[in-house]
């Protein structure tokens, strides 16, 4: 099975369940929001499909590859931008990206055409020469999209990826992602507790206290009514 499957998949930290019996699956080239408020087990379940933490109780499959069975393959597939900055401020746009591709055993012309083409993807090709540090956190985070886009991967996860930053930021990274995923084909799970990040035709996974409360369309979901609407009746929750 091609996209992302998430099947039966539970996660606990001593009593305390984060996470239970969590299934749903996200087609190839589809855009999914995970929706839930801040402790609904979002970031648990991103740990997961990333391996930093690892269960036993359900499957995992990225691109078609068993998490678990196959971790090496199925990480290939998978660019990964989480909550907190990871960038190396005192690095050039361009070093930061020339490194990570280092890391994935890319070099010479290979790097150098795909960060290239990342940064245009993500219109930073400009900012290339600048200090990271002096880029403000828009540009930060299209930074961090287009790393994640030079290894060629299927599977992008973005956890919370619009913190902190003002609106019309968080418009430009949501408008961004979008495209990677109607443009090029890519396999998108958001986590998000705003719904005004989500779009009628985007798929939606409701999770709320580790238990996925709903999926499908966003426009099946919500039906006639606003989604924050929605979502605040089913989690009882503040956007």
């Not at 099975?1 to 589809?30: E, I």
């Not at 190396?88 to 150098?112: C, I, K, P, Q, W």
């Not at 956890?159 to 979008?178: C, F, K, M, N, Y």
């Amino acid at each position: 099975m091609t996209g992302l499957s998430v099947r039966n998949v539970s996660y606990a930290y001593g009593d305390k369940r984060a996470l239970d019996d969590v299934s749903f699956h996200v087609p190839q080239g589809a855009f999914c929001a995970l929706l839930g408020p801040n402790g609904a087990g979002k970031s648990t379940l991103f740990s997961l499909l990333t391996r930093l933490f690892t269960t036993a109780q359900g499957v995992i499959e990225v691109a078609g590859f068993d998490i678990s069975q196959q971790p090496r393959q199925a990480l290939a597939q998978i660019g990964v931008v989480f909550q907190q900055p990871t960038l190396d401020l005192d690095l050039t746009v361009h070093r930061n990206l020339s490194y990570f591709a280092a890391l994935h055993g890319l070099s010479g012309r290979t790097a150098e055409s795909r960060i290239a083409a990342a940064l245009e993807r993500l219109d930073m090709a400009e900012r290339a020469s600048e200090r990271t540090r002096d880029l403000n956190g828009g540009h930060r985070r299209r930074l961090e999209i287009a790393r994640c886009l030079i290894h060629a991967p299927s599977v992008l996860l973005l956890d919370e990826p619009t913190v902190g930053l003002d609106a019309a930021a968080r418009s430009a990274i949501t408008q961004h992602v979008h495209d990677l995923s109607a443009q090029d084909g890519l396999t998108v799970l958001w986590a998000t507790h705003l719904t005004d990040e989500i779009t009628p035709d985007d798929q939606l996974a409701i999770l709320h206290r580790g238990k996925m409360l709903t999926q499908g369309t966003c426009r099946d979901i919500k039906g006639d009514q606003p989604l924050q609407q929605v979502f605040l009746s089913m989690t009882g929750a503040a956007t």
